[in-house]
């Protein structure tokens, strides 16, 4: 276990769970990069343009939600979920999608208990934006962290 702590846009991801069983924590970052260093993020559909990054991202998580897990609808929601990496992250909805050079992060808290402790962030989509190499060099650094430790 290892003690993390994700920021994004001026809010406090891991603020539910600070713990992280590394192994798996690791491997998501570590799946994540590689996927961004290999070209990964898609631009959002065409169903989109013109939509707020807010908008898109309630677009997205709709499509996953309401697709369960089948047809078009899901797996266009699905590809562009982000930060599965395991219990830490599983407080918030999130969404990743490229726009030219950057990458677009979207999340929404979720969680009852957070939810009620603050009620400011109730239906509030938080936005970031940050260019491709940046966040893969940020990504490379969790791991290389991760690496350095005592951990398994």
Not at 3 to 19: I, Q, S, Y
Not at 48 to 76: F, K, Y
């Amino acid at each position: 276990m290892c003690r993390v702590g994700l920021w994004a846009a001026g809010k406090w991801l891991t603020c539910d769970d600070t713990m992280a069983y590394v192994p798996r924590f690791r491997r998501g970052v570590r799946e994540t990069a590689a996927w961004l260093w290999s070209g990964g993020g898609s631009p959002p559909p065409l169903s989109c343009a013109g939509l707020s990054p807010g908008a898109v991202h309630r677009r997205l998580v709709r499509c996953a939600e309401d697709g369960a897990g089948a047809g078009a609808g899901a797996e266009t929601g699905e590809r562009f979920r982000f930060l599965l990496w395991g219990p830490t992250t599983d407080n918030v909805l999130a969404c990743l999608f490229r726009e030219k050079d950057r990458l677009v992060v979207t999340f929404e808290f979720w969680r009852e208990e957070h939810l009620r402790d603050h009620p400011e962030d109730a239906g509030v989509v938080f936005v970031a934006a940050v260019p491709v190499r940046e966040f893969g060099g940020i990504l490379d650094g969790i791991t290389a962290a991760l690496d350095a430790g005592d951990n398994p």
